[in-house]
């Protein structure tokens, strides 16, 4: 229950954040993708009959010139555009009365379009969420500001996979298996998908560059607030924006921490070479190799009693683009995350990766709560990356999906003509129930996470 008390604590009203979040962000998502159906279908001259964000039974609606019904539904988990001539919104039967239409409704019927006109409306779904996540990021970058963490190591744990690697205090990260490394995190998201693979990292020492070609990072399942569990690699780095409370130190350099001998006094006798400090969150002790700056504040912050473990001062940590280099750094941001989902997917097939860490609806609820918390910066991020996941989502080869539709329109491409309305139905109904069973699947996932 204490993972419950969690979820409904947190935030600015307790539950009702992760609910309003989750519902505000998914129907923005929806109606974007959505609407990629919609506008190549208008440019195709297809009629459309009605857009739907939501299932069930309409909230409210309207009908525009052309007669489309736009409606808002109950359920908030999905939405669909239906097109004339289909007989359902998935696009996974034909209308009966099809074959009775008169020449004027077939110009308007989507059965009755050229195959690469319907290949790219359903396209058009999962391609507008890319280019959606990309300008989300464009306008951040450009009119706000990119965060900067310098890809700088002020300490490394004891034990861990960079101290074993051999990895010093103010160590600064610039390569990662050919990855060029400009943040902090950079290094994070290379390193937490690269379990069980070995890496390659190039690093600058004062003037010296030196390669480390056999780092294995260790690997961690962590568990958030909420419950909810996922492995990820780590190299046992902290970054330079990461202070350390001297409360919680108990031994530094190997003399325990007294009242005659306090943390700030024995730092302070370390200082000028890397030295273990010591310090205990509840039951757990954790020894970190640090060398501390002896420019500026460095032992003791007088009000919060913090050792600062990397002076900042001369490095660039916030980075407003300029209108191409945000373009730019937009689309390597999106297709790395593609990346990056495909490659944690890869390790959930391949047993690498535990299929529990599949999230449904309340993972993603309890995330964009937690955005929304942190700050419209954090939920124009998250909003950004489940932009994208809806479009690969979207592009499965599961009949009903996006993706599925697609595979059908390959064949008939290949073959001169459409698969026969009975496989495509089987089809179908084979694609919905793996659907329903995956949803399923990571639903119970999160309500086990949460409860057990």
Same mark, same amino acid.
């Given at each position: ?179 060029? $490394? ?165 390790? $959930? ?61 390959? $064949? ?41």
């Amino acid at each position: 229950m204490e993972k419950i008390t969690a979820l409904l604590n947190n935030g600015w009203d307790g539950f009702g954040i992760y609910v309003v979040s989750f519902v505000v962000v998914l129907s923005l998502l929806v109606f974007v993708h959505e609407f990629g159906h919609y506008i190549v279908a208008k440019w195709c001259g297809v009629k459309i009959t009605t857009f739907s964000i939501g299932f069930g039974k309409e909230i409210c609606g309207w009908n525009d010139k052309s007669g489309t019904r736009w409606r808002i539904a109950m359920i908030p988990l999905g939405g669909y555009v239906q097109m004339f001539g289909d007989g359902d919104p998935s696009s996974s039967t034909k209308d009966k009365a099809v074959k009775e239409l008169t020449a004027a409704e077939k110009k308007v019927s989507f059965p009755h379009k050229a195959l690469w006109q319907r290949a790219l409306i359903v396209f058009a779904g999962p391609a507008i969420n890319f280019i959606f996540a990309a300008l989300l990021l464009f306008g951040l970058f450009a009119f706000v500001g990119q965060p900067v963490t310098p890809p700088v190591a002020s300490g490394v744990v004891i034990g861990s996979a960079a101290y074993k690697a051999g990895m010093l205090p103010h160590d600064r990260i610039i390569d990662i298996n050919g990855t060029k $490394i400009e943040r902090f995190e950079d290094i994070q998201r290379e390193v937490m998908i690269a379990l069980d693979t070995k890496l390659k990292i190039t690093l600058e020492r004062g003037d010296e560059v030196i390669v480390l070609d056999n780092v294995y990072p260790e690997r961690l399942e962590i568990e958030d607030r909420f419950g909810f569990k996922q492995s990820k690699g780590v190299l046992g780095l902290t970054g330079p924006i990461n202070g350390l409370d001297l409360k919680a130190v108990v031994s530094v350099d190997g003399q325990a921490v007294t009242q005659e001998n306090t943390a700030a006094l024995l730092v302070s006798r370390s200082m000028g070479t890397p030295f273990v400090i010591e310090t205990k969150q509840g039951e757990k002790t954790n020894a970190l190799l640090v060398d501390p700056d002896v420019n500026g504040q460095t032992v003791e912050n007088k009000e919060e009693d913090v050792l600062v473990l990397y002076d900042l001062k001369d490095e660039e940590t916030f980075i407003k683009h300029s209108i191409p280099s945000a373009f730019v750094k937009s689309i390597e941001e999106t297709g790395r995350t593609i990346s990056n989902i495909f490659e944690s997917l890869k390790q $959930i097939i391949t047993g690498v990766r535990n299929a529990n860490e599949l999230g449904g609806i309340l993972r993603i609820g309890a995330i964009a709560g937690s955005a929304a918390a942190a700050g419209w910066v954090s939920i124009i991020g998250f909003t950004a990356l489940l932009s994208i996941n809806l479009g690969l989502i979207n592009l499965f080869p599961i009949p009903v999906l996006d993706g599925g539709h697609l595979v059908f329109y390959a $064949i008939e491409a290949v073959k001169g003509s459409p698969v026969s309305e009975v496989m495509q139905d089987y089809a179908y109904k084979a694609g919905f129930f793996l659907l329903i069973g995956l949803m399923v699947f990571a639903n119970f996932n999160d309500l086990i996470q949460l409860f057990l």
